[in-house]
């Protein structure tokens, strides 16, 4: 018997990696807590001592008499019960230390079950949790699909260690290419930062240290067959893979891709980038419900504004008189320092409107901050008149398209 619970023990330490150590103690506690109900619960001097080597045990009463003698009848089950408890808290403790580890990483397994809108994930030694948050909106599973997710947090409860998981955290790109492309693997190409709307589009911004190895290309791969792969996994969603450049102006140009960028102007006190580009190309820049300047914007760590050239043209053109802040006497003094319009004033500093007559510094921020503000007003406006003469146009076409189609029917 003793030889066969040492052969338990060995098993029980490699199949779940419990320390025979931890076990040994359950056994001397559960041995304790059989005594204590043979004795009495008042009784608390007692000690028990398991041999390793023998797999022989003995308990000793507060006396320090051995009681080992008639110890075999007395509470078998109440050992049992205790050992079992104690191998069950050791084994959460195992996986608990083994998945907090393992955040921020990725983790697969199937869907197991759905409960109180969450979808549990079978991982195999544990259980995790996606709440249907993280799940993106063109994402739907069944029991038994197979899936893959990001360790968000790891808890511990009294049911046992709650693994949270995420599909929709930019997190689960930057892992995904990681483990997709060897260079990154290996310390070559940089992830600078990643941003996402799960299930609609995300940018990685990469960068190479070595002059030989092509960041963009690398993340590709051959025929796109990497990037392809990571496609697939987060149920086709787009990826722009654009390259880092130390230059903020380059960088922030290139995050707004695939639209072409004219120019960029930057603001490194607000740290905000004025954006300027080809009327063909602002939407293509803006993205749809602005997604993609939303996106560079997370990419980059600036605030982008972007401007058409014809709105440019259009919202610079507006008198100082019309900003908040500005009385008559104050535009004559602009006007001669030589900011005539809104757009004057926009391109100007603290320092160099505090040095016009009669302008004091915070005289100067509630000029420029009311000169941004209507040309931010001029530009919806411009924007929207053009929006409704896109929508008058398109629905002239239809209606001609429309009579063209009901004449045709006619001389038929």
Known sequence: MNNELLSILDSIERDK???????????ESALISAARKKLGKHVMDIKAKFDQETGDFKVFGPDGGELSGNFGRIS??????????????AERDVVFDEYQHKVNDITSGSV??????????????AEGVLPRREVPHNEEYRQGDRIKALIMDVKKTPKGPEILLSRTNAGLVKRLFEL??????????????????????????VYSKDDKVDAVGACVGMRGQR?????????????????????????????????????VRLNEAEKRAEVLVADDQLSLA????????RLAAKLTGWNIDIRSKAEL?????????????????????LAKAGFKTAGDIAKADIKQLSGVDGVGKKTAEKILKSAKKVLEQKVHE?????????????????DNDKKKSEEGKDKE
Do not use: C
């Open 180 to 205: 997709e492309v060897p260079e990154i693997y290996e310390g070559i190409v940089d992830i600078k930062s990643v941003s996402r709307e799960a299930g609609d589009r995300s940018k990685i911004a």
């Open 286 to 293: 803006i993205g749809k419900k602005g997604q993609n300047v």
């Open 76 to 89: 078998a089950q109440t050992a049992k019960q205790v050992i079992i408890q104690k191998i069950r808290e």
């Open 227 to 263: 990037v392809k792969s990571i496609v697939r996994e987060l149920g086709g969603e787009k990826i722009d893979i654009i390259r880092w450049n130390i230059d903020v102006g380059e960088f922030i140009a290139s995050s707004l891709s695939p639209a072409e960028i004219s120019s």
């Open 112 to 125: 197991h079950r759905f409960e109180k809108g969450m979808i549990v994930v079978d991982l195999g030694r």
């Open 382 to 398: 411009v924007r929207d008149r053009k929006g409704k003469e896109k929508k008058a146009q398109a629905a002239d076409q239809a």
């Open 313 to 333: 043209e259009n919202v610079n053109k507006v008198p100082v008189t019309e900003i908040d802040s500005v009385g008559p006497k104050t535009a004559k003094a």
């Open 17 to 27: 990696g419990i320390k025979k150590e931890i076990l040994v103690n359950a056994i």
